[in-house]
């Protein structure tokens, strides 16, 4: 599969952005989806995921209240809403895909098979 994430850019802080993973190949459906995100000099981390039929969802706890992941799956895509956006928030943001997870959400980055390009997203002070 080949997922390709968009919807970065700059904001400030306060701001608002919903980010958009498409993917191609097998049937969307059958992934538990995720995104996590990666800044400079930093591992990549956790930010949400979500089960196959898009009833269950799992939240970092620093975005949590703040961001919301679904999916749509007749469109195969996921989107992350990102509201009241901090300076922390800054990183790039991937999607991934998980075919053979066999619990409802997967938090863990190797668990993930597939992954996007990243988008990047920028808050200012």
């Known amino acids: 599969v080949q997922l390709q994430a968009s919807g970065g850019g700059t904001v400030e802080a306060g701001g608002s952005l919903r980010l958009s993973c498409v993917a191609s190949g097998r049937a969307f459906g059958s992934y538990v989806m995720g995104w996590f995100r990666q800044a400079p000099g930093k591992r990549r981390e956790f930010v949400a995921t979500?089960?196959?039929?898009?009833?269950?969802?799992d939240y970092a706890d620093s975005v949590k209240g703040r961001f919301t992941i679904s999916r749509d799956n007749t469109k195969n895509t996921v989107y992350l809403q990102m509201n009241n956006l901090e300076p922390d928030d800054t990183a790039v943001y991937y999607c991934?895909?998980?075919?053979?997870?066999?619990?409802?959400?997967?938090?863990?980055?190797?668990?993930?098979?597939?992954w996007g390009q990243g988008t990047q997203v920028t808050v200012s002070s």
């Open positions: 991934a895909a998980d075919f053979a997870a066999r619990v409802a959400v997967v938090t863990t980055v190797s668990e993930y098979d597939f």
């Open positions: 979500i089960n196959r039929s898009g009833y269950r969802k």
